[in-house]
């Protein structure tokens, strides 16, 4: 009889998701899926509004990365009132995003995937959390994490008024812009943001890097696949977070595609299984071949670390720095290693502080010329950012009277749907043995492989409830043999 072990709803991310693991009679792994249970939702009732509500309401889609959803949304609306933008709103929306994005890789490195790694994968569940990696760090380095995360939001709250579901980009800009005075209290925390973001790195090395346990499990663990990588890159090839063309490359390093937002649809599809709400996206023009690796596979990355292996180089110079270093270490790149995932969020963290130091300096960044009024409708709209967890898509449509017929999101979690599943089963078949019980260790190493793309099941499934128990229960010849639950 075949044996089945659940992990519902997994820890430590945004959403709800569970994982069962299926075994043969001998204990070893038949099959694993790795299922989103939750309702998707937010393309059907945003029909019907006005198109330029659309920004602020899709911003409630999650409350983890709701400027991701802001600004992917607003460039969407820019595009169905004719795309024109003036320079200094492409400015402030950057430097609002780069905070952004400084505060969520904070929360996530510090708070979701440290533990694993600070206090050990196989270590005490009741110690494995942010309480525990602040006991093994000092509470000197907890009070830094916590106030560089306070300082990111506090960036965006002046910039756009809120650091939360946002109401600030609007057509053809922005409602406000930056006055001398609010620019005066942002600029010394950018400095000290930036001093984190070497803390971190350092912290890292000395962590992780100083354990040959975590990098033996980092370069050759069963935390790899062989598929292909995206991300957004500038004119010149460099790693760019609101703008630019996405750039799919193989995992050799081959660029296969690179296009503007308006042509997504030529190039990425989605397959739906019965046993998920999730979709799977995939390379269009190699059609969906299923959950096979390869050179020739369809299947895609978006992570921090896609974006670094598509690039061909960072935008600023300490960045720079610090991403040859990591790939020199990771042995070159492009890079499997999903773990090292992590490492590269530090890397952008450097690049989000260099751009605002640049932003701080800007002589513009205090004017007043951040809106033009659109003149036109032209009906349809696509905006493609980089949002933390990957390439994020908001194509929408609307009639003349600027009323929202059609929305598609395609997220970085839906995104990574495919590999996360596929990762999952490859750690749970090297990890669960025959003739030897799955303990909490183990299934903590299995939840590391989806981990490691910081997923938002929020985001991708567009769920409502806002909850996180947590319940583990483990089959033994078709019947229940062990349960834990959590805040159920």
Not at 55 to 81: E, Y
Not at 214 to 234: F, K, R, S, W
């Amino acid at each position: 009889m075949v044996k089945k072990i659940s992990i519902d709803p997994i820890s430590r991310l945004e959403g709800h998701g569970k994982i069962e693991i299926f075994l043969d009679d001998d204990g070893s792994v038949k099959d694993c899926y790795f299922q989103i249970p939750e309702l998707r939702g937010f393309e059907r009732f945003v029909v019907g509004r006005p198109i330029e509500e659309l920004p602020r309401i899709v911003t409630r889609i999650c409350g983890v990365c709701p400027a991701s959803h802001h600004m992917a949304g607003a460039k969407a609306v820019d595009g169905c009132f004719g795309g024109e933008l003036p320079p200094l709103a492409k400015k402030l929306r950057d430097m609002y995003y780069n905070a952004h994005y400084i505060h969520s890789h904070i929360a996530h490195f510090y708070a979701l995937s440290a533990a694993d790694f600070v206090c050990g994968p196989t270590s005490d569940p009741a110690t494995r959390n942010i309480l525990g990696v602040v006991a093994k760090v000092g509470l000197e380095v907890g009070g830094k994490v916590i106030k560089s995360r306070a300082q990111a939001q506090r960036i965006q709250q002046l910039i756009g008024g809120r650091f939360t579901h946002l109401v600030w980009c609007i057509p053809g800009g922005v409602s406000k812009g930056i006055k001398p005075e609010e620019l005066a209290e942002i600029k010394p925390m950018v400095d000290e943001l930036y001093d984190f973001t070497q803390f971190s790195l350092k912290l890292f090395k000395d962590v992780v890097l100083g354990n040959k346990e975590y990098v033996e499990l980092i370069l050759n663990g069963p935390y790899t696949l062989d598929v292909q990588n995206m991300g957004l890159v500038d004119e010149n090839n460099a790693v760019n977070f609101y703008d630019g063309k996405v750039r799919v490359v193989d995992f050799e390093g081959k660029e296969i595609c690179k296009y503007e937002p308006k042509d997504y649809m030529n190039n990425v599809a989605e397959h739906v299984e019965p046993w998920s709400y999730l979709k799977f996206p995939y390379l269009k023009t190699r059609g969906w071949n299923g959950f096979v690796e390869g050179i020739d596979s369809s299947i895609y990355i978006a992570t921090p670390l896609s974006r670094l292996n598509v690039a061909d180089k960072m935008a600023t110079p300490k960045a720079q720095e610090a991403y040859e270093e990591m790939f020199e270490t990771l042995g070159g790149k492009p890079s499997k290693a999903f773990l090292a995932a992590h490492w590269a969020r530090l890397v952008e963290m450097v690049q989000n502080a260099e751009t605002l130091k640049k932003y701080v300096n800007d002589p513009e960044i205090t004017g007043d010329n951040y809106r033009v009024i659109p003149q036109k409708i032209t009906g349809e709209g696509v905006g493609i950012v980089e949002a933390m967890r990957g390439t994020l898509t908001h194509h929408y449509t609307c009639d003349q009277n600027g009323i929202c017929t059609s929305a598609n999101l395609i997220v970085g979690t839906t995104n990574n749907n495919a590999p996360m599943h596929m990762v999952t089963k490859k750690v749970a078949s090297a990890m669960i043995k025959p003739g030897k019980e799955p303990d909490q260790g183990i299934l903590n190493m299995i939840e590391m492989a989806f981990r490691s793309f910081d997923p938002c099941f929020s985001c991708a499934t567009h769920s409502l409830p806002g909850q996180m128990p947590l319940e583990v229960k483990i089959f033994k010849h078709g019947e229940l043999y062990r349960e834990f639950k959590r805040g159920c």
